[in-house]
C-alpha cells in the first residue's frame, strides 16, 4: 500500500492542528488513512504526518483540489511543504 509523507512547517501548531482535523472527512473521501502526526521535538512548529492512500492518483487529486491553497494559508503553513509518496518495503 503507498503511503503519503508530508513534513512542513506551520505559524501555530494549535490553529495548524485544528484546520488539519477539520479536514478528517475529505481525506476519509480521497482515501487518506493517517497513520502518524509528529512534530520536531527542537522545532515544535514543524509537523510531519503520513496518510496510508488508497491511490496515488486520488491522493494527488486531494491535494489539487480548489481551496487547497486557501486552506493552507488559513492554518499558518510556512514554506513549501516537503511531500513524498513512499512505498512499503518491510
Same mark, same amino acid.
Request: charged share 25%; no cysteine; aromatic share 10%.
Given at each position: *500500500?503507498?503511503?503519503?509523507?508530508?513534513?512542513?512547517? $506551520?505559524?501555530?501548531?494549535?490553529?495548524?492542528? /485544528?484546520?488539519?482535523?477539520? #479536514? +478528517?472527512?475529505?481525506?476519509?473521501?480521497?482515501?487518506?488513512?493517517?497513520?502518524?502526526? *509528529?512534530?520536531?521535538?527542537?522545532?515544535?512548529?514543524? $509537523?510531519?504526518?503520513?496518510?496510508?492512500?488508497? /491511490?496515488?492518483?486520488?491522493? #494527488? +487529486?486531494?491535494?489539487?483540489?480548489?481551496?487547497?491553497?486557501?486552506?493552507?494559508?488559513?492554518?499558518?503553513?510556512?514554506?513549501?511543504?516537503?511531500?513524498?509518496?513512499?512505498?512499503?518495503?518491510?
Amino acid at each position: *500500500m503507498p503511503h503519503l509523507l508530508v513534513m512542513h512547517g $506551520v505559524e501555530n501548531f494549535e490553529r495548524w492542528f /485544528s484546520v488539519f482535523q477539520s #479536514q +478528517e472527512d475529505a481525506h476519509e473521501q480521497y482515501g487518506l488513512k493517517l497513520e502518524m502526526l *509528529m512534530r520536531d521535538i527542537d522545532k515544535p512548529n514543524v $509537523v510531519v504526518f503520513m496518510f496510508e492512500v488508497d /491511490s496515488i492518483a486520488k491522493a #494527488q +487529486e486531494f491535494m489539487s483540489r480548489p481551496g487547497t491553497e486557501n486552506i493552507a494559508a488559513e492554518a499558518g503553513v510556512t514554506g513549501e511543504p516537503l511531500i513524498m509518496f513512499l512505498d512499503t518495503i518491510k
